[in-house]
């Protein structure tokens, strides 16, 4: 979540609560003409209000005291201690993801399934150690990335090398530190790998990546 001053556009706005509580809903809810905001909490506590939670939520609109609250903390005073704009994780939610899926999973009958975090969505590294307690591991794009999940406590073993602009050494660093497995995205890079296997004298998992050519659908800079 983010907190900041009035000078956000309203756009702003529309767009996070889009994302946060569904395209229709974000359409009732932000129906009305912009109005000037001595902040965004304002708009969080007269627009959304109880509409935004959902089951288990960690995030919620405590009618008591008119605040917005992250695991029992006051976003309101969470910005007068820390100021704005400022970024608020809440542990419990990432764990409820966590264990939800894997759960899921479990159901479904995948046992020896890894779940692995996206670093590049967000590499803080209290997010990844949060994730990797949980048995997590991650799925990273680059060598800055294999550091801060080896740093966090990810088990190399549970490490994907995903990505399209791995540099040589970069993958030598990853073979040295015995990752899962590297996603690979070409013939060149396939042949690259081999030769710093044999090199490092070591064996080396990876898995291919293929086009099929079916039309996803999405936005044409995002379609893989």
């Known amino acids: 979540m983010v907190a900041e001053s009035k000078d956000r556009p309203i756009q702003w706005y529309t767009r996070y609560f889009r994302k ?10 932000l129906r009305f003409r912009p109005l000037p905001l001595a902040r965004p909490l304002d708009l969080v506590r007269t627009r959304v209000q109880v509409s935004m939670i959902r089951k288990k939520t960690q995030i919620a609109y405590r009618a008591s005291n008119d605040h917005l609250c992250v695991e029992q903390q006051s976003v309101e005073d969470l910005c007068g201690e ?5 970024y608020i994780y809440s542990a419990a939610e990432i764990r409820n ?10 159901k479904a ?3 020896r399934a890894v779940i692995c975090y996206a670093v590049k969505a967000n590499s803080n590294l209290a997010i990844i150690e949060c994730l990797a307690r949980e048995g997590a591991g991650a799925d990273i794009v680059s060598g800055g990335e294999l550091v801060r999940a080896l740093r966090a406590g990810v088990k190399p073993e549970k490490i994907l090398f995903s990505g399209v602009g791995k540099t040589p050494e970069e993958m030598a660093d990853a073979i040295r ?19 710093l296997a044999r090199r490092l004298k070591k064996q080396v998992n990876f898995t291919l990546r293929f086009n099929p050519d079916v039309d996803a659908k999405t936005h044409p800079y995002i379609s893989t």
């Not at 966590?98 to 899921?104: A, F, H, K, N």
């Not at 530190?177 to 030769?195: D, T």
């Open 20 to 29: 946060r509580i569904g395209v229709a809903r974000a359409r009732a809810l």
């Open 177 to 195: 530190a015995g990752i899962r497995s590297f996603n690979v995205e070409s013939l060149a890079e396939a042949q690259l790998l081999e030769s």
């Open 82 to 86: 820390f100021g704005t704009p400022l």
């Open 109 to 111: 009958g995948v046992e």
């Open 97 to 106: 993801a966590y264990q939800e899926l894997s759960r899921g999973l479990q």
